[in-house]
């Protein structure tokens, strides 16, 4: 079982950037897809980005699409996501998630999720 921390949630004014950290444990990191999720208030959790298990390929919702980046660091069994251009609508519960298999292009792909770390965004 894959156990999941993120980081680096906080509160952003509307334009700026934030980079979200994701340590995972418990698994062979390097076999699975990675990928955030988010979940607004009063919202259904959304996907908003995914890699591969070796990083060749990387999939985004369109609402994030050319502002938000997702990488991630085999050897340091991380995940990130690089955040920019923040927008007052990005504000919600960011989950990192662990892929069912080497590739996750949507929501029920991922099997497992951290405990989330909130980013607000400000006018």
């Known amino acids: 079982q894959v156990q999941l921390v993120e980081s680096g949630g906080r509160l952003v004014q509307a334009g700026g950037s934030l980079r979200l950290s994701c340590a995972a444990s418990?698994?062979?990191?390097?076999?699975?897809?990675m990928g955030w999720l988010r979940q607004a208030p009063g919202k259904e959790r959304e996907f908003v980005a995914a890699?591969?298990?070796?990083?060749?390929?990387?999939y985004y919702a369109d609402s994030v699409k050319g502002r938000f980046t997702i990488s991630r660091d085999n050897a340091k069994n991380t995940v990130y996501l690089q955040m920019n251009s923040l927008k007052v609508e990005d504000t919600a519960v960011y989950y990192c998630?662990?892929?069912?298999?080497?590739?996750?292009?949507?929501?029920?792909?991922?099997?497992?999720w951290g405990q989330g770390t909130q980013v607000t965004v400000s006018w």
């Open positions: 998630a662990a892929g069912r298999s080497v590739h996750a292009v949507r929501l029920s792909d991922f099997g497992s």
């Open positions: 418990g698994r062979t990191f390097s076999m699975y897809a």
């Open positions: 890699i591969s298990w070796n990083g060749g390929s990387t």
